[in-house]
């Protein structure tokens, strides 16, 4: 895998794409491990030579394996549900069953089995009493459908119908029942919603462990690194001023210069890492300093925070993610709505804490669930659901085109 990195590496340090791999390494005790690389170019000031780059880089060995494992099993539900067999029933006005195709046989019964007796003899008790009210739509003329459970030689099986009534001179006179046997396909959809919740409750893992180590780095960057740049500023301008040599001291004053502007770097990488108003004043301090550094300072655009009722102090991953969600749908007003102004509205419903984003941008179907939109905002809002859906929140999003956009988060 070495040439996909290096051509990845070559690729950003043209000034191409950002780095961002997946490949493979060998671990001392000879394990194959897989790791996602990212990482971003620092240019100088004239932005033609690079300095030098700044990333991370993931393990996703798990990751992989799971959503290899869910590739599995979805294949496997598309096998069982295309070779599904289908058994098609005639029943009488009386709830009488007068004929049967052969795939009744698939269910363990034969034709002698079936016909003349009540169909209702073969449905779960618990299923009678919707199957009794579907037939009398069905009379009315009506056509039905659902899942139920029948009971066979095999035993119970759960089945997909599709009533449709037969109608003769006006008058429906009988029923054609198409029954498919889902029993297999219900336990896929077991296994693969149990591998969902799975790769769910990792990937909100993987983000928390992502804040930890940010934070980590975050306070080294800052007590560290930092610190003994500002120490290095204050001793060459300490003896800038003790030097008459005219050329040193511009020497020196560059330099110093220079190491300003280094500090000022590390404190903004600093803050990009891990944002220190989040951690030490809460959610509500550290989206309204978001909110005027870098969507009305930064990007130009005016922005009014309301806070409806406090809702700080709140739990490290709810915090966490909180922020996370609403800068995300920030970026996406920035990226892509080309708004105005934008509104940001934290408050409270009942035991939920609500956060409402409004901009007057450009607007999109939301009907369509952003199918239209680029891979970008499709991709950040499905983001932004899975996070919220790993703490039992929710997105809503109203917009129209040339409406504006409204997003509620809801937790």
């Not at 009386?94 to 019964?109: A, Q």
């Not at 610190?227 to 300490?238: C, D, H, I, R």
């Not at 409406?403 to 509620?408: H, L, S, Y």
Request: glycine letters at 8%; aromatic letters at 6%; proline letters at 2%.
């Amino acid at each position: 895998d070495r040439r996909i990195m290096t051509e990845a590496v070559a690729e950003a340090l043209r000034g191409g794409s950002r780095y961002d791999v997946e490949y493979r390494v060998v671990r001392p005790d000879g394990e194959v491990r897989v790791v996602r690389s990212q990482g971003d170019v620092t240019w100088d000031k004239s932005g033609g030579r690079p300095l030098r780059m700044f990333g991370t880089v993931q393990d996703v060995t798990e990751s992989k394996r799971v959503e290899a494992a869910m590739q599995e099993s979805e294949q496997k539900y598309r096998e069982l549900f295309e070779n599904a067999r289908e058994a098609i029933l005639i029943i009488d006005m009386d709830r009488r069953i007068t004929d049967v195709n052969t795939f009744v046989e698939g269910y363990g019964f034969s034709k002698e089995d079936l016909i003349g007796r009540n169909y209702l003899d073969f449905v779960v008790e618990k299923y009678r009493e919707q199957a009794i009210e579907d037939f009398e739509q069905l009379r009315r003329g009506i056509p039905q459908e659902g899942e139920f459970e029948v009971v066979t030689p095999k035993g119970v099986v759960t089945a997909d119908y599709r009533d449709n009534p037969i109608a003769r001179a006006g008058n429906v006179i009988g029923v054609q029942a198409i029954l498919t046997d889902i029993t297999e396909r219900k336990r896929a959809e077991d296994e693969l919603r149990k591998y969902q919740a799975k790769l769910k409750a990792m990937a909100s893992e993987i983000l928390q462990t992502q804040e930890r180590e940010r934070g980590r780095l975050a306070v080294g960057l800052h007590d560290n690194v930092c610190q003994n740049l500002v120490l290095a500023k204050l001793t060459l301008e300490s003896a800038l001023r003790s030097i008459s040599d005219t050329k040193l001291a511009a020497s020196l004053g560059t330099a110093a210069d220079i190491m300003g502007e280094a500090i000022n770097q590390a404190e903004s990488l600093t803050f990009e890492l891990s944002n220190p108003v989040l951690d030490a004043f809460g959610f509500v301090a550290a989206i309204d300093k978001h909110l005027k550094e870098e969507i009305r300072k930064k990007h130009g655009i005016a922005v009014e925070f309301k806070v409806e009722e406090q809702v700080d102090p709140l739990e490290d991953d709810i915090r966490a993610c909180l922020f996370r969600v609403t800068r995300e749908l920030l970026n996406n007003v920035v990226k892509h709505a080309k708004a105005h102004k934008v509104v940001v509205g934290v408050g409270r419903r009942g035991d939920n804490i609500c956060i409402t984003l409004r901009d007057d941008g450009a607007g999109f179907k939301a009907a369509e669930d952003t199918r239209k939109s680029s891979d970008t905002v499709r991709f950040g809002l499905f983001s932004v659901r899975e996070q919220l859906e790993h703490l039992g929140g929710r997105l809503i999003i109203e917009s129209e085109p040339g409406q504006g956009t409204v997003a509620t988060v809801i937790v």
